[in-house]
């Protein structure tokens, strides 16, 4: 690491410390030379390999502007946003792969925007996976309708009747 002051090309790290989310490392550095401190940040990259073929850094500005157009006229705050930006980028990284499909970013949106709202979820969902028939917005609509009795009966797992064979 090149000191940004006299470019002298060695540096000393002089204390470390992880972010809360865990996703970056800040270090503080001296240069010996000159004897001025710096800081630089480490983070994993996460590159996302677009349609085109073409890569680009992951960006939760992005997530969020993609999902803000379902949430038009939703009861949904620009906080609740950054954290579902959040929630994505951390089920992204919790894959393991520097690199995911554009694709697999709008899969890792689905939950955590059907948590927060569900008609978004349905508008999001409509476009992401092209329905294109009343019978797409049906089973949707009843798979949030199945999940939604389930949550509301008692959490303890009953026999699970018709199961194997
Ligand atoms: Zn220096």
Redesign the pocket.
Known sequence: MH?P????ADSRVVDSRTSDDGSSIRRRRQ?P????RFTTVETASLSVVKRSGATEPFSRDKVVSGVRKACQGRPVSSDDLALLAQKVEETLRGAGSAEIDAYEIGLAILGPLRELDEVAYLRFASVYQAFDSLEDFEAAITSLRSERSERSERPTAGPDEGAGS
């Open positions: 000191c002051f006299c470019r002298h240069c030379s000159c004897g001025r």
